[in-house]
């Protein structure tokens, strides 16, 4: 069985940092992409960012670029999310997500989520 | 990249179908046959419904169904339930190994 299980959340002030991970098992973890998408509260979904199944290629939502760094570790199953310079507007669940197929299309399998506080 | 266009809010009776719509562009949408519907229930995280436009993960009910057509893409679901009561999201492809959700659509069942 497939499971994803997101930790590192929590109350953070502006301007902090903050790492989130992601363990995985039920998988074989290195066979696929990897992907943060979150919620704020009450609001939609929004991807975040992505990364290839050996860590070469990197994704980024416009918005995030530079503040934020995915990572992953195969040898540990792990998915990573450092997250720098934190701002109100970050405050949200982080969801960490398994691509369905071995290919980069969709989001088949998540996490329960982890919640992000920014706020003094 | 903008947010794909969904209807904030759809109704429907037991029984009955309901589609919702999500609409993009001809970069997104129009131009990749990788949307993907999530459905959502309040508290909880969202589960895959469609992918790649109109393929069922297995363990969803065959009462939703993905399709497309021009920069539209819809998902329709037929006999409706009381469990289908739920938040639904589309999402796209937009080239770049970038994504991009809908706004999201609330299904409620009269």
């Known amino acids: 069985e497939v499971q994803l299980v997101e930790s590192g959340g929590g109350l953070v002030q502006p301007g902090g940092s903050l790492r989130l991970s992601c363990a995985a098992s039920g998988f074989t973890f290195s066979s696929y992409w990897m992907t943060w998408v979150r919620q704020a509260p009450g609001k939609g979904l929004e991807w975040v960012a992505n990364?290839?199944?050996?860590?070469?290629?990197?994704y980024y939502v416009d918005s995030m670029k530079g503040r934020f760094t995915i990572s992953r570790d195969n040898a540990k199953n792990s998915l990573y999310l450092q997250m720098n310079s934190l701002r109100a507007e970050d405050t949200a669940v982080y969801y960490c997500?398994?691509?369905?197929?071995?290919?980069?299309?969709?989001?088949?399998?998540w996490g329960q989520g982890t919640l992000v506080t920014v706020s003094s | 990249q903008s947010a794909l266009t969904q209807p904030a809010s759809v109704s429907g009776s037991p029984g009955q179908s309901i589609t919702i719509s999500c609409t993009g562009t001809s970069s997104d949408v129009g131009n990749y046959n990788l949307v993907s519907w999530y459905q959502q229930h309040p508290g909880k995280a969202p589960k895959l419904m469609i992918y790649?436009?109109?393929k069922r993960p297995s363990g969803v009910s065959n009462r939703f169904s993905g399709s497309k057509s021009g920069n539209t893409a819809s998902l329709t679901i037929s006999g409706l339930q009381a469990e289908d009561e739920a938040d639904y999201y589309c999402?796209?492809?937009?080239?770049?190994?970038?994504?991009?959700f809908g706004g999201g659509t609330k299904l409620t069942v009269l």
């Open positions: 990364i290839k199944q050996d860590g070469s290629e990197k």
């Open positions: 790649e436009g109109s």
């Open positions: 999402c796209s492809y937009v080239g770049s190994d970038n994504f991009v």
């Open positions: 997500t398994r691509s369905f197929q071995s290919g980069n299309s969709d989001f088949g399998y």
